[in-house]
Each structure stands twice: as structure tokens, then as C-alpha cells.
């Protein structure tokens, strides 16, 4: 494949939330229509997912949990927690994008490199979800990965300003899989859990220290681990302007820290599936630019280094 794989389904948007709801459901779509108008992707690079089905989510999550969800039985407080109302297009969006991270993965083995024009949705627990986050995506398509020949390690690389409570749970015995979550400290979620590497920042931190500490983890992580993946959570709730963020980093910043970790990704010859995390301004125009500097990311070094298989 010349150009690089970008996976991509309409259900990502097509969920009716109140006027006054935080999470900015319209994103995916907007940024879908944003990559096409800048000329960053054509439309023969998506491609689109098959849904998850229900023994590929139970394979991690509770088989109770994950069958109360879909039938839209589950507890009230637990749909709480999530923070959307159950319907029918919220199970098929959980679906399709959840299948998403799975083949943005697989893709990526293939050729190199590839991108989601969604998941990251690392709050969600084996019994529950948490925080918009329903399924697991990272953990479910890690450990699916490791079912592909010559993946024997992957890496869980969350940039997202949240730290990665789902994932460190879930993948906390799965000994071929590293978690490393660099985030906000005083963030949510309030009781952080245990990945292999966190990186706690403070609120306020700014391009240099964080740009500073992506690198050297980064670096560090393919060193010791030799991945035969990364999963790469680029979220950019790290933007100084972020809602739900804290953290002082420029859209300058967002292009720079991708570049580095798609650079550092293909300097080592380790695939990278990337997906784009949490981001919660309402500023569609603005928060598709933001999330497009990854794609742009991946386009420059793609471009200039060919593919890799």
C-alpha cells in the first residue's frame, strides 16, 4: 500500500446527545470532512471496520457487563458512570470503533503504519466502564494483536492528558503487553491505578518538559522492551486550551510530539497504529486541527521514508 491506512466508520458520530453534553460526539465526523478539505487524506485510504462481536469483547470484559450493555439492561449506575445515555446507535458505534483499534493494528503490521480516526478508550475496566469509555479498545486490540505471527511484545503508548486507568487494570498480568501512561497528575481519574510505566506530570506543564519526557520514555521503552507494536493514544486534551485538560502544551506542541513518536517508531522499524484519543473542545474547526496533526504527522514521515513492508 503507497499511502498510508486510515480506519474510519460514519457510526462515530451518529449518536443524538443533549446540547449541553461535555463529550464533543461530532468530532469524528468533523474531522473525517476536515482530513478530505485539507487535502491530508483521499477518500481511497479509509477503510471501514466490521463490528466487534460479543466474543472478542468477552475475551477481556465480563461476559455480564458486556451482554448488559448491548441489550441495554445494564445498571443505571453504571451507565452513569460511562456518561452517555444507552441507545442502540451508542452499541453501534461501540462496536464498530472498537473493531476499529483492532484493525488499525492489524493494518499497521502489514504495512507499517496506520491510523484511527478514533478509540483510545482506556477508562473502561474489565467490569465497567468509565469516563465516555464503554470498551477497552487498546487493551482488547493488544492482546488480539499478539495472536498475529512475530508480535510477541506490545506497547501501550497513552500521550492522552488522562492517565490510563482501564488499560492498567486490564493488562496487568498480561506480561507481553507494556503500559506506560504519561498524563496529568491532578486529572481525571482521581484513584490512578498501576500501568508498568506512569509518568505523573503537573498541571501547567508546557511544550519543553513535555515534549522533553515524551521523547526519553519513548526511547527508552523501545530500548528495553524491543516492541513488536506500538499503540500510540495521541490525545490532545494536552492542548493548553482543552476543556477537560490542564496541561499548557501548543498545537505546535501536538504536531511535534507526533512526529517524534511516529519518528522514533519508524527509525526502530516497530509498526505503529495510532488512534486519536480524548479532545473536548467545541470548537469542531479548531479540535479537527488539533487531532489532524497527527495524520499530518504520519503523511510527512511516511512520505519521506517510504513504507516499511
Same mark, same amino acid.
Given at each position: 500500500?503507497?499511502?498510508? @491506512?486510515?480506519?474510519?466508520?460514519?457510526?462515530?458520530?451518529?449518536?443524538?446527545?443533549?446540547?449541553?453534553?461535555?463529550? /464533543?460526539?461530532?468530532?469524528?465526523?468533523?474531522?473525517?470532512?476536515?482530513?478530505?478539505?485539507?487535502?491530508?487524506?483521499? /477518500? +481511497?485510504? $479509509?477503510?471501514?471496520?466490521?463490528?466487534?462481536?460479543?466474543?472478542? *469483547?468477552?475475551?477481556?470484559?465480563?461476559? !455480564?457487563?458486556?451482554?448488559?450493555?448491548?441489550?441495554?439492561?445494564?445498571? !443505571?449506575?453504571? #451507565?452513569?458512570?460511562?456518561?452517555?445515555?444507552? +441507545?442502540?446507535? %451508542?452499541?453501534?458505534?461501540?462496536?464498530?470503533?472498537?473493531?476499529?483499534?483492532?484493525?488499525?493494528?492489524?493494518?499497521?503490521?502489514?504495512?507499517?503504519?496506520? %491510523?484511527?480516526?478514533?478509540?483510545?478508550?482506556?477508562?473502561?475496566?474489565?467490569? $465497567?466502564? +468509565?469516563?465516555?469509555?464503554? $470498551?477497552?479498545? *487498546? =487493551?482488547? =486490540?493488544?492482546?488480539?494483536?499478539?495472536?498475529?505471527?512475530?508480535?510477541?511484545?506490545?506497547?501501550?503508548?497513552?500521550?492522552?492528558?488522562?492517565?490510563?486507568?482501564?488499560?492498567?487494570?486490564?493488562?496487568?498480568?498480561?506480561?507481553?503487553?507494556?503500559? +506506560?501512561?504519561?498524563?496529568?497528575?491532578?486529572?481525571? @481519574?482521581?484513584?490512578?491505578?498501576?500501568?508498568?510505566?506512569?509518568?505523573?506530570?503537573?498541571?501547567?506543564? !508546557?511544550?519543553?518538559?513535555?515534549? &522533553?519526557?515524551?521523547?526519553?520514555?519513548?526511547?527508552?521503552?523501545?530500548?528495553?522492551?524491543?516492541?513488536?507494536?506500538?499503540?500510540?493514544?495521541?490525545?490532545?486534551?494536552?492542548?493548553?486550551?482543552?476543556?477537560?485538560?490542564?496541561?499548557?502544551?501548543?498545537?505546535?506542541?501536538?504536531? &511535534?510530539?507526533?512526529?517524534?513518536?511516529?519518528?522514533?517508531?519508524? #527509525?526502530?522499524?516497530?509498526?505503529? =497504529?495510532?488512534?486519536?484519543?480524548?479532545?473536548? !473542545?467545541?470548537?469542531?474547526?479548531? *479540535?479537527?486541527?488539533?487531532?489532524?496533526?497527527? $495524520?499530518?504527522?504520519?503523511?510527512?514521515?511516511?512520505?519521506?521514508?517510504?513504507?516499511?513492508?
Amino acid at each position: 500500500m503507497s499511502t498510508l @491506512p486510515l480506519v474510519y466508520h460514519a457510526s462515530y458520530s451518529q449518536l443524538a446527545l443533549p446540547s449541553n453534553h461535555r463529550f /464533543p460526539i461530532s468530532k469524528y465526523h468533523a474531522l473525517y470532512n476536515y482530513l478530505l478539505s485539507q487535502g491530508i487524506a483521499t /477518500p +481511497s485510504q $479509509f477503510i471501514s471496520p466490521t463490528k466487534a462481536d460479543f466474543e472478542y *469483547l468477552a475475551a477481556l470484559h465480563d461476559q !455480564s457487563y458486556v451482554k448488559g450493555f448491548i441489550s441495554g439492561e445494564l445498571d !443505571s449506575k453504571l #451507565m452513569r458512570r460511562i456518561g452517555f445515555p444507552w +441507545s442502540e446507535h %451508542l452499541v453501534e458505534r461501540s462496536l464498530y470503533s472498537v473493531a476499529g483499534t483492532a484493525l488499525t493494528c492489524k493494518l499497521a503490521i502489514k504495512h507499517g503504519c496506520a %491510523l484511527h480516526l478514533s478509540g483510545g478508550y482506556h477508562h473502561a475496566h474489565q467490569h $465497567f466502564g +468509565s469516563g465516555y469509555c464503554i $470498551f477497552n479498545d *487498546l =487493551a482488547l =486490540a493488544a492482546v488480539h494483536s499478539l495472536q498475529i505471527d512475530n508480535i510477541e511484545t506490545v506497547l501501550i503508548f497513552d500521550c492522552d492528558v488522562h492517565q490510563g486507568d482501564g488499560t492498567a487494570t486490564m493488562m496487568a498480568t498480561q506480561e507481553q503487553i507494556i503500559t +506506560s501512561s504519561i498524563h496529568c497528575q491532578q486529572n481525571f @481519574p482521581s484513584r490512578k491505578q498501576i500501568s508498568d510505566y506512569d509518568i505523573e506530570l503537573s498541571r501547567g506543564t !508546557s511544550d519543553k518538559d513535555y515534549l &522533553e519526557t515524551v521523547k526519553q520514555t519513548l526511547s527508552y521503552l523501545i530500548r528495553l522492551h524491543k516492541p513488536d507494536l506500538i499503540i500510540y493514544d495521541a490525545g490532545v486534551d494536552i492542548h493548553t486550551d482543552d476543556n477537560l485538560g490542564y496541561f499548557d502544551v501548543s498545537t505546535d506542541g501536538i504536531r &511535534e510530539r507526533d512526529n517524534e513518536v511516529i519518528r522514533q517508531a519508524k #527509525m526502530a522499524k516497530i509498526p505503529i =497504529a495510532c488512534v486519536i484519543g480524548g479532545g473536548y !473542545s467545541k470548537d469542531m474547526a479548531k *479540535l479537527s486541527l488539533l487531532h489532524s496533526q497527527l $495524520f499530518s504527522a504520519a503523511n510527512n514521515i511516511w512520505q519521506s521514508t517510504g513504507s516499511s513492508s
